[in-house]
């Protein structure tokens, strides 16, 4: 039996970043001008972002997405091809302008704009048929911004993945509605093997008071979930009892935009190569942490061996 084409098949967002950096970036209103450090534009999405980890990481990937047929469409599109992820899947709309995001980063905190534009025209018939048999993995990154356009067809389409044999993952990121879950998207994370919120999105999605809580909640859905923690680590919860914090020794970051997003990767890598959830979160909180000695998403994402080596120093507590 041949092996799959690709280890990872990342499905979601794909947009520039325009990345602001500097101790003061909120802007002056009044016709003002004001002074940063930086300014530069970058891979962004954070479905993106993960595709490019993934691949600095030694994984075959290919992303799903679309963008529009303009400067910024094959901006991300020669990017991620230069970064070794297939964009074959890639959709490029007539008439829609590529989404657009622009992040104002100030070291370990950061806020963001964004532009949909053809972002959330992506729906489950945008996906190449036979391409879930061809791949390991499906992740789903950006739900929110994707909800009314792929929404309706993901709790089908991640059956569809793990009956073509594909394990499965979804990162929803923040609700810019605050409207959060539904039976929508409740039965998106029950198919969905794998959910992977950071702290504020798991409390919003439970609607618990504490991480534990909602781990609790969230793993009653189904999947297994890890919570994404900063610089504190995550929170690794299977099933109704078993529960890991796993964490690593402190780093000073440049930028922590795409963090969560490489830590993603990292985690899917290390299930990709056999190892235990606890041990694949370790290499997640690595490859997020490598990622913020750089700015923008993806200039810091480390390789492999790197990653593997800070992921030897973690702690893996009960």
């Keep these: 039996m041949s092996s799959p084409d690709f280890d990872l098949v990342v499905i979601g967002d794909c ?16 016709q003002q001008e004001k002074l940063v450090d930086r300014m530069s534009l970058e891979i962004g999405g954070s479905a993106s ?21 303009d400067a910024a469409g094959t901006f991300m599109l020669d990017s991620l091809a230069r970064e ?26 950061r806020a963001i704009l964004t532009a949909l534009g053809a972002m959330d025209s992506l729906t489950a018939a945008d996906i190449p048929a036979g391409l879930f048999g061809r791949c390991r993995h499906v992740h789903v990154s950006s739900y929110f911004l994707l909800a009314d356009s792929l929404g309706p067809g993901l709790a089908d389409l991640f059956v569809k993945a793990r009956g073509a044999g594909a ?16 039976e929508r998207l409740s039965a998106a994370i029950a198919q969905a093997g794998l959910l992977l919120p950071n702290e504020a999105e ?14 609790s909640a969230l793993t009653a859905l189904g999947p297994r979930v890890a919570v994404k923690l900063g610089a504190r680590g995550v929170l690794v919860a299977v099933g109704s009892a078993e529960r890991h914090q796993v964490s690593l020794p402190p780093v000073t970051p440049v930028d922590t935009t795409g963090a969560g997003d490489c830590f993603n990767a990292g985690l899917l890598a290390g299930l990709l190569h056999g190892l235990p ?25 480390p390789d492999l061996q790197k990653a593997l080596d800070l992921a030897a120093h973690a702690v893996i507590a009960l």
């Excluded at 964009?87 to 905190?109: F, H, N």
């Design 202 to 215: 798991a409390l919003a999605l439970s609607g618990a008071a504490s991480v534990t809580a909602a781990a």
């Design 167 to 182: 394990t499965t993952s979804l990162d929803t990121n923040w609700d810019p509605a605050e409207r959060w879950r539904d």
């Design 277 to 301: 959830l606890p041990r694949a979160a370790a290499l997640g909180c690595a490859a997020g942490a490598l990622s913020t000695g750089a700015l923008g998403g993806t200039a810091g994402a």
């Design 49 to 69: 972002i993960t595709a490019v980890a993934g691949a600095r990481l030694g994984l075959r990937v290919a992303l799903v997405a679309a963008v529009g047929r």
């Design 84 to 109: 070794g992820v297939d964009v074959g899947a890639v959709a490029v709309r007539d008439g829609l302008a590529t989404g657009m995001t622009v992040a104002l980063s100030r070291g370990g905190d």
């Design 15 to 30: 947009n520039p970043d325009v990345l602001v950096h500097g101790d003061d970036v909120t802007p002056a209103f009044g």
